[in-house]
């Protein structure tokens, strides 16, 4: 069980190009809009989209939060459907402000995913008949992060996450019928770094935050196993090679508050046409991210307590990073959300939900709808001051 | 009021969402450990565009040299099943099979003074097995044996096997077999013998007086067929229980008495069958035993027929090619042989076929088995309908990856189809190979990666 219990973050035989399904990066308050985020800079919250973001944590606070999701996916080819559930650890996101001027955040989160098992058959080569093929997908990339963002002056901070990246991509094919498995494994693993730089500043009694992220591409490093086993024993392997590399990252957002009520908009643009993907039918391509969202309180006594709830709504589009045969894979969605606060350990439960679309029927493909619980759990601990009045 | 009726509602709502989420909680945590809830084997979403890593090619161009192996001997005793008679066709030639037994010794009580001789039969009962024309009258003679039936040191008998005996029939039957019923008996009379055994029955005759001097008194009989007669041989149960020599008599008491005196059959193993062929006239003519003969020279024919000897050999001569590419792996391989087509109309095909290996001395060593050392049995397909698909298919995987196994094929490391070790030594069951058309196949299946 290499590549441990958060490598099936995601479900889907789209899953099984490169390195996987690509997480969304967006935690939190974010997922309830849209994964909208880089122009935000919550005190609340953990905001690892935008490094710089770390400066707006609240001075008094640590934050730690858990995020777990529970995914229903229903296929849709032009002849079938097929459904199916799975759920995971999303992310363990650790903040605080180490001084005036500097803080920190770090943190476990799936960079990609692969999750699947597709039952095919396959042509017995020289002959018209043909056999039962099991191929499957398992592993992805994680990462763990180191953040610091840095106040330069009173409306502009600089933060840097830097990424250590390792996990595994695995295939594997099988076929009962002629005893036979092969199981290729590339563990993969690299460095990485992602900047940010947010600069907010005010126009009357409202808020703007501009924020702006760059990732640079990377060639992963790789090593690979391959087994193949048929009943007369088993032969590893250990020259093959698979190339995987991540892209060139930009992004943009804009936030808005006014109040208790915040909007925001993102823009980002990941360079998977620098990819090369090793599967013939599938090419990179440039991916654009753009989504929105909104964040309101709720009316009433409540409002402006620590008993005051947010609701949350949200849009997003994500190009496909890649085309196959032609066919980009794109996301659309749509989100709703609450942050609920709590008495108790857990001081604030984010329930998010996602609609979202990935795909399209066609001849050869498929449309993957899906409903996704998203729970965010933050926790906030005084840890640098004695509670003085709540 | 407004801001009140807001606050309740809140409260339940607050209430219900800790519940929800203890209980979206422990879902995840399922979740977590439980990834995924599709159950597998049904899931074939996206097979279109999988860029499969591993592929099966089936490739049979492999030659394949069949020949027939006449072998030197074939065990035949001690197997229950008595053979008589003699057949005759273009195919093989003739078959001639004669069945031997001795009988076992039992205290004898004196019949009395006043007892006399009525007649005397051998009692023998069908086994169902019976080859060729069973609807004509064949015509079988019993003798008695001159030697006694002794074993070899391995402690069997063969179908070459000899036992002189007396030239002089103590019974003959000319009759029309039913072979396929079972309580119908074949009896045949021996009258003189069984008097003259009677006589020294009353006698209390010294002869009878042990195990040993009687077997040397009656050392056996073989029951030989009339060649010129009927053309089948047919199948006898060769048991205790079922060669019986039985002796009629009566005596005076009130009114006439009638009572009978049962010999059985004696020692299991002295019990065999000679069976001798002689292939004048066929493609085999002039096969020596212990050698083989091409199906080159036999019409693309290989033979194979139990207790005659007859058993087809496949070498591969071109196996060793297998080793030019080193990114695979063997699977599975077959061996498909077919009979000839229209040749299983008198001799019905065998349903059970089983493969040996053997060698350059066509010595038939192992019997090959499965992974649980099973016994390897041909799966048989019977084309019933066009005739055209009747086919054994052996998995040889084993076999064939044992010998590449130190990547060196050994051509004379060869193949024997046949019969069962049983069904070798005890029937006359008989396949003609097709070796041309299609010629026997060796298939394999490559995983090349």
Known sequence: MTGSAYSQVTSSPYSMFGLGTPEEQSSGFSKGMGGTGIGFMSDQYINMQNPASYSGLDSLLSIFEVGVFGKYTRFSTIKENQSLVNGNLKYILMGFRISKRLSTSFGFTPYSSIGYNINSTSVLGGSVQSFDKEYSGEGGVNQVYLGGSLKIFKNLSAGVNAYYLFGNVTHSEASSALAYSLKDITYVSNITFRYGLNYHFDVKSSNFCIGLIYSNGKALNTSNVTTVTTNTGTTELKNRTHNYSIPQDFGAGLSFRKGYFHAGVDFERSIWKDIKFENPLIQGRTSNRISLGVEFPSLGLNKGTSRMMFYRFGAEYKGSPYIIQGTPVNYYGVTMGAGIPLKGVVSVVNVSLELGQNGIRTKDLFRENFVTLHLDFALRALWFQKQKYM | ?449
């Open chain 2, 1 to 449: 009021m407004k801001s009140k009726g807001e606050g309740k509602w809140l409260r339940k709502f607050l209430s219900f969402t800790k519940s929800f989420i203890v209980l979206s909680v422990i879902l995840g945590s399922e979740a977590l450990t439980n990834l995924s809830c599709t159950k597998s084997g049904e899931f074939t979403v996206g097979k279109d565009f999988i860029d499969a890593e591993t592929n099966v090619a089936i490739v049979d161009t492999f030659k394949t040299d069949v020949s027939t192996i006449f072998l030197d001997s074939v065990r035949s005793s001690q197997t229950g099943l008595g053979y008589v008679g003699f057949y005759r066709d273009t195919v093989l030639g003739s078959i001639n099979c004669e069945s031997y037994f001795d009988l076992k010794y039992s205290e004898f009580t004196a019949p009395g003074d006043r007892a006399s001789f009525d007649s005397a039969s051998f009692i023998f009962t069908y086994s169902k097995a019976s080859y060729g024309d069973t609807t004509s009258a064949i015509s079988i003679e019993i003798h008695q044996l001159s030697s006694m039936i002794a074993v070899y040191t391995d402690g069997y008998l063969y179908n070459t096997s000899q036992i002189s005996y007396s030239p002089v029939a103590v019974g003959r039957k000319t009759f029309y077999p039913n072979p396929n019923s079972a309580d119908t008996l074949l009896k045949i009379p021996v009258n003189g013998f069984g008097e003259e055994l009677f006589t020294l029955i009353k006698n209390g005759d010294e002869r009878l007086s042990s195990a040993e001097l009687f077997n040397d008194y009656i050392k056996g009989f073989v029951l030989i067929p009339d060649s010129t007669q009927g053309n089948s041989v047919i199948g006898l149960k060769a048991d205790n229980n079922h060669v019986l020599l039985k002796i009629y008599y009566h005596f005076e008491d009130v009114g006439p008495v009638e009572k009978e005196i049962t010999i059985n059959m004696g020692d299991a193993a002295h019990q065999f069958n000679r069976v001798r062929s002689d292939f004048s006239g066929t493609p085999l003519d002039g096969i020596k035993t212990s050698h083989r003969v091409s199906s080159v020279n036999t019409y693309n024919r290989a033979y194979m027929q139990g207790l005659v000897g007859l058993v087809p050999k496949i070498q591969f001569p071109t196996l060793q090619n297998l080793f030019l590419s080193s990114q695979w792996k063997i699977l599975r391989s077959e061996l498909i042989a077919a009979p000839v087509a229209n040749s299983f109309d008198v001799f019905k095909l065998p349903t059970k076929m089983y493969i040996y290996d053997t060698n350059k001395s066509n010595v038939i060593l192992n019997i090959l088995t499965d992974s649980k050392n099973v016994p390897l049995v041909a799966t048989f397909n019977y084309d019933n309908l066009y005739n055209e698909d009747t086919r054994y298919t052996y998995d040889i995987s084993n076999f064939i990856n044992a010998e590449i196994s130190d990547m060196f094929f050994d051509y004379n490391h060869a193949l024997a189809i046949g019969l069962s070790e049983s069904g070798l030594k005890s029937s006359l069951d008989r396949l003609i190979v097709e070796c041309k058309n299609p010629p026997v196949k060796l298939r394999v299946f490559y995983l090349s990666y």
